[in-house]
């Protein structure tokens, strides 16, 4: 157990509708980071917090958004969903801005 | 652009049949190259990190190495348990307070008993 914890593990929703993913990062960690896993692409980074402010935008859809709250949790809302948003996305902190990053277990999106 | 490549793709391996995963890297200013452990449908579990060219780093039956190219992951008598999906990754150097991994698409082993 990596000690971050994201919340739906599974998810299943029709096109054109929003979802909300949440991600509780390790103890004393303030970095959060969301990725994107499918077959075909591998693992690409999203987009990274770190104590509240966004750090980093990797290649985040414009109908994705995410933040991060005072007690570190964030979330990742995805709206507008398309047929190819289903994938795995993963949550990973670190208790810095350039230690390793813990990944918790995914929730795995399917979009019908 | 970063890029990290992973070689081979796939690799089976007998039970005890010692090998090395390979993963080639361009990046702007090395930070850190990190390798995971993926099982299906879980998330990447960390192994090491490795700094600067001839950094070692080792665990249980695995071995990682870096120079300024690539690192090699060696896997010594590997057991049907070590079967799983091993990732590569490269944090750049920033300015810019951001620390993102870019990850190669992984190299998955099977080891046959």
């Known amino acids: 157990d990596s000690g971050v914890t994201q919340t739906p593990k599974h998810l299943i929703t029709a096109t054109g509708q929003r979802v909300t993913l949440r991600c509780s990062p390790r103890s004393g960690d303030l970095s959060v980071y969301w990725y994107q896993q499918s077959l075909d692409q591998g693992l690409q980074f999203l987009i990274q917090y770190y104590n509240g402010e966004e750090r980093a935008k990797g290649n985040i859809l414009e109908r994705f958004s995410a933040q991060q709250f005072p007690d570190l949790h964030s979330e990742l809302n995805l709206s507008s969903l398309e047929l190819g948003d289903s994938a795995l996305y993963f949550c990973?902190?670190?208790?810095?801005?350039?230690?390793?990053?813990?990944f918790g277990q995914g929730t795995r999106l399917t979009v019908v | 652009e970063d890029q990290v490549t992973q070689s081979p793709e796939a690799l089976r391996l007998q039970e005890g049949e010692s090998s090395s995963l390979n993963c080639s890297y361009t990046v702007s200013g090395l930070r850190g190259l990190f390798w995971y452990r993926q099982d299906p449908g879980k998330g990447p579990e960390f192994l090491f990190t490795l700094y600067s060219a001839g950094e070692e780093k080792e665990k249980e039956r695995l071995k990682a190495t870096l120079t300024k190219k690539e690192s090699f992951l060696h896997i010594t008598a590997p057991k049907p348990e070590d079967s799983a999906t091993y990732l590569c990754?490269?944090?750049?150097?920033?300015?810019?307070?951001?620390?993102?991994?870019?990850f190669g698409k992984g190299t998955k082993l099977s080891v046959i008993p």
């Open positions: 990754a490269v944090q750049a150097q920033s300015g810019a307070g951001s620390y993102q991994l870019t």
């Open positions: 990973a902190s670190s208790v810095g801005r350039g230690s390793e990053a813990f």
